[in-house]
């Protein structure tokens, strides 16, 4: 049997481990991810924190291949394969307990449960897209992302209840300051829960670009995160690239946020769809792994 270009890639990795000795595994931080409980193959976590991390060019057509992607085996019900795309799936919790906190506002003592879709490899800089539709429940969020493990990170993020809008936030180091660097964007056409789009992260040294079926909405360039003494707040972490599908209704600031929390008294179909992704490394940055 031909081996393929992905088990090529693999050996290729499992190569430079034997060569590094190196054996040490960071954890991966972030809310999105504790369901999924640090899910990367050691290989790739440990070439993170390397200057340049090896990276992949490549396009998953998710109801075809889903090689280099991981689920939690704990979530393995919160996902399934359609004829053409992967379908994430919120389910309710075991217990659903509807609590108010000092002021009034409602929230849920338990959350639904949700999948996060882990990237194995890393990528320091480059472009990737995917082709998705968001949930439309209130009170649910679906996102896509981009995650360091030292706490950088990109977000696309939709929360239901808003069929023809997308957030956009990125975040730097281990300081996340929710209010101060996100955006709201108009999606047109079709509802974000009723049809699929092209979401774009375009990262480079020098700027983040959000696009919405191939058009700008957001351009942050890194000089604008710099303070007088060059000291700059702008993600530049090796990442992995996260989907996910999460219950906003544990704490009353995110429920009143992601339009929830969820009534988990009516039954509820909360799904999420991606259809494809497509990453092109920066070449200057990754050591590009064919």
Not at 12 to 25: D, E, H, S
Not at 201 to 226: A, H
Request: hydrophobic share 35%.
């Amino acid at each position: 049997m031909v081996p393929s270009r992905y088990t090529l890639s693999l050996l290729q990795l499992l190569l430079a481990l034997a060569q590094t000795g190196n054996a040490a595994v960071r954890s991966q931080p972030g809310a999105m991810t504790s369901s999924a409980a640090n899910t990367a193959d050691p290989v790739s976590k440990i070439f993170a924190s390397e200057e340049k991390p090896l990276c992949h060019n490549y396009r998953t057509e998710f109801a075809d291949d889903m090689r280099g992607w991981q689920v939690d085996d704990s979530q393995q019900d919160t996902y399934e394969i359609l004829d053409d795309a992967i379908e994430f799936k919120l389910l309710p919790p075991d217990d659903y307990v509807r609590l108010h906190d000092s002021k009034n506002l409602p929230y849920n003592l338990f959350p639904g449960r949700g999948p996060t879709l882990n990237s194995t490899v890393y990528m320091r800089y480059g472009r990737m897209s995917a082709t998705l539709k968001a949930s439309g429940t209130p009170g649910s969020v679906t996102a896509f992302i981009l995650m360091g493990d030292g706490g950088d990170e990109i977000d696309f993020e939709w929360i239901g209840g808003a069929p023809n809008q997308v957030q956009t936030n990125y975040f730097w180091g281990n300081s996340k300051e929710y209010t101060i660097n996100g955006g709201t964007h108009v999606v047109k056409g079709a509802p974000v829960d009723a049809a699929f789009h092209k979401y774009t992260i375009n990262w480079q040294p020098d700027k983040i670009e959000w696009l919405i079926d191939d058009e700008v909405v957001r351009t942050k360039n890194k000089v604008e995160t710099c303070d007088a003494a060059g000291n700059c707040k702008f993600p530049s972490q090796p990442a992995r690239i996260q989907f996910g599908l999460w219950d906003g209704s544990l704490e009353t600031g995110t429920a009143q946020w992601a339009h929830g929390p969820i009534d988990w008294s009516v039954p509820h179909t909360i799904t999420a769809q991606a259809r494809d992704i497509t990453v092109d490394c920066n070449p200057d940055y990754n050591q590009i792994v064919e």
